[in-house]
């Protein structure tokens, strides 16, 4: 059995999502609440900044003779500037704080100290119900509707209304500045394809309210992560049209408010950029899987050149290991893409659209 990585794209499923604070603090929703997607559902401090005081060297003493002179405990909240040893003499030298903050230790004749930082925030990321709550940690989010994941995200989330880019007649058009008018202002826009600069800031300056592509240049790189609203890619940078599964899922729920949230992609805790769809349902559908057994019949994206993004469908495993131009042998498949082309892909290669 071959398994590979699955993108979900499913028009409708049950969502199951963890939320969680890398050290413990407060959760602030309780079970059974409803949440949207820019709810904070828990926080907590979080500092990874330090500064070290060497009182010691600043006074030219020993350490032992600067302990002494330490002006502040362990536990103590500090502010910006504050004099935390004084030295002797007609003129004496004043340590201070360079930055706010609170003392972790005191030892040879330094100060340590945490820097004070924004509260923590984890948020709900998508539309749903708090179906588990774990004390100090975080939640677990379940809703129920359609889910696209993509490939790239620039780590924003929020919630609006869907509308097609003005002119879009195929997954891989070209979205250009003058596309672009009041109508849109605070929709979440489904696009092809931006290669200027000049369309990318005419997004942020409407504002748009979210940006879902199939691909991106990469030299808009810095200015997408630097817009105020989730950007989702599907396929990822470089012109690459949407593959169909996704865009005719998306395109034909249009006008709808819908989820977007641009999570990078994180191969050790398996989050991904997605796009939700809330819908009713009478019954709860079933979970995606994130893995699945490689087999005759799945449809399949490939991951690499020379037919990356490409989409078809597997028609059998080839059996033993099939010679490539690069020389490596490899195990494979045989893939029967959408042009009717067939081709030999390495497993490696592959992961399933489900």
């Known amino acids: 059995m071959t398994l590979a990585p699955v993108i979900?794209?499913?028009?409708?499923?049950?969502?199951?999502?963890?939320?969680n604070l890398p050290v413990p603090g407060q959760v602030v929703v309780h079970l059974d609440q409803k949440v949207s997607p820019t709810d904070v559902?828990?926080?907590?401090?979080?500092?990874?900044?330090?500064?070290?005081?060497?009182v010691a060297r600043q006074l030219d003493m020993a350490s032992?003779?600067?302990d002494v002179l330490i002006r502040c405990r362990e536990g103590d909240a500090v502010s910006d500037g504050q004099v935390i040893a004084r030295g002797s003499g007609l003129i004496p030298r004043l340590?201070?704080?360079?930055?706010?903050?609170?003392?972790?230790?005191?030892?040879n004749g330094s100060v340590l100290i945490e820097i004070n930082s924004p509260l923590f925030k984890v948020l709900a990321g998508l539309p749903g119900t708090i179906t588990r709550v774990v004390s100090d940690l975080g939640v677990v989010i379940t809703a129920y509707g359609s889910l696209i994941q993509g490939v790239w995200g620039n780590n924003r989330v929020d919630m609006g209304l869907l509308l097609p880019s003005p002119q879009m007649n195929s997954s891989g058009d070209i979205l250009e500045a003058k596309h672009l008018d009041m109508s849109l202002r605070g929709a979440i826009l489904l696009a092809g394809y931006i290669n200027d600069v000049r369309s990318l800031q005419a997004a942020v300056d409407l504002p748009l309210r979210g940006l879902i592509l199939g691909s991106l240049s990469s030299d808009l790189l810095s200015l997408a992560l630097q817009a105020p609203f989730p950007i989702v890619l599907t396929e990822g940078f470089g012109h690459h049209p949407m593959n169909?599964?996704?865009?005719?899922?998306?395109?034909?729920?249009?006008?709808?408010?819908?989820?977007?949230?641009?999570?990078?992609?994180?191969?050790?805790?398996?989050?991904?950029?997605?796009?939700?769809?809330p819908l009713p349902v009478s019954q709860p559908p079933p979970q995606g899987n994130d893995s699945d057994e490689l087999s005759g019949g799945k449809q399949v994206r490939i991951r690499r050149n020379p037919n990356m993004f490409e989409v078809g469908i597997l028609t059998s495993l080839l059996p033993g290991l099939t010679q490539f131009p690069s020389g490596l042998r490899l195990p494979a498949a045989e893939v029967q893409l959408e042009s009717g082309q067939k081709v030999k892909i390495p497993?490696?290669?592959?992961?399933?659209?489900g």
């Open 64 to 66: 032992d003779e600067a």
């Open 8 to 19: 979900h794209i499913l028009p409708l499923a049950t969502v199951v999502r963890e939320r």
């Open 95 to 107: 340590v201070k704080v360079p930055r706010a903050g609170k003392v972790l230790k005191i030892a």
């Open 347 to 353: 497993l490696a290669n592959l992961e399933i659209l």
């Open 41 to 54: 559902v828990a926080e907590t401090k979080f500092s990874q900044q330090h500064d070290l005081v060497d």
């Open 244 to 277: 169909p599964v996704a865009y005719k899922l998306i395109s034909t729920n249009v006008n709808r408010n819908i989820s977007l949230n641009g999570s990078p992609f994180n191969r050790f805790n398996g989050t991904r950029p997605e796009v939700f769809i």
